[in-house]
T-cell receptor, first 110, second 117 residues
Framework: LAKTTQPISMDSYEGQEVNITCSHNNIATNDYITWYQQFPSQGPRFIIQGYKTKVTNEVASLFIPADRKSSTLSLPRVSLSDTAVYYCLCWKDSSYKLIFGSGTRLLVRP | NAGVTQTPKFQVLKTGQSMTLQCAQDMNHEYMSWYRQDPGMGLRLIHYSVGAGITDQGEVPNGYNVSRSTTEDFPLRLLSAAPSQTSVYFC????????????????FGQGTRLTVV
């Protein structure tokens, strides 16, 4: 499984766009990139998954460059309720395991 | 639809005691996993199962046993509790893409906060 590297923490203010970049230099050809969100005292929640280019859903966008060695989770116009830990995972379809790293702790201030 | 249900929510054990953390899912998912999360840290995989009767070790399996006799249930047993096992334990389940979810879309329970004194 490809190792992922994310910033330990980020600060933002309400209404701003937040971009969290994840590095995965050793990503394999058949790996997907998946992001989870974890609020305090709750289990993680799936946000978005992509393979290449751009994916968007009602919560976030995921940008993946052509070399796929990194990915960026974009949260538009964050609110206080977006304060959470965000995890980036690389996962292949044949794997039974989901391995979480340390994540990025996002703090949104008023 | 309850999703993933963990019991108990809180537990205090004395060193050396044993106990079982319960996890049940009602989504007919094949894959189930147990994680532990220490304060300020990420999740670490303890054990996982790909179906009834099939289990395997994760990153930190020592001190824990699991069994999967049914699709719905995946209990985690602490054999002899130690203070180092003080943590929050999360159970998760995942299904197949055929059932409308991506294979990486895991559903987590609310967690069991365990303290070993």
């Amino acid at each position: 499984l490809a190792k992922t590297t994310q910033p330990i923490s980020m600060d933002s203010y309400e209404g701003q766009e937040v971009n969290i970049t994840c590095s995965h230099n050793n990503i394999a050809t058949n790996d997907y990139i998946t992001w989870y969100q974890q609020f305090p005292s709750q289990g993680p929640r799936f946000i978005i998954q992509g393979y290449k280019t751009k994916v968007t859903n009602e919560v976030a966008s995921l940008f993946i460059p052509a070399d796929r060695k990194s990915s960026t989770l974009s949260l538009p116009r964050v609110s206080l309720s977006d304060t959470a830990v965000y995890y980036c995972l690389c996962w292949k379809d044949s794997s039974y395991k989901l391995i979480f790293g340390s994540g990025t702790r996002l703090l949104v201030r008023p | 639809n309850a999703g993933v249900t963990q019991t108990p929510k809180f537990q205090v054990l004395k060193t050396g005691q044993s106990m079982t953390l319960q996890c049940a899912q009602d989504m007919n998912h094949e894959y189930m996993s147990w994680y532990r999360q220490d304060p300020g840290m990420g999740l670490r995989l303890i054990h996982y199962s790909v179906g009834a009767g099939i289990t395997d070790q994760g990153e930190v399996p020592n001190g824990y046993n699991v069994s999967r006799s049914t699709t719905e249930d995946f209990p985690l047993r602490l054999l002899s509790a130690a203070p180092s096992q003080t943590s929050v334990y999360f159970c998760a389940s995942r299904g197949n893409r055929d059932r409308g979810h991506m294979k990486t879309e895991a559903f987590f329970g609310q967690g069991t906060r365990l303290t070993v004194v």
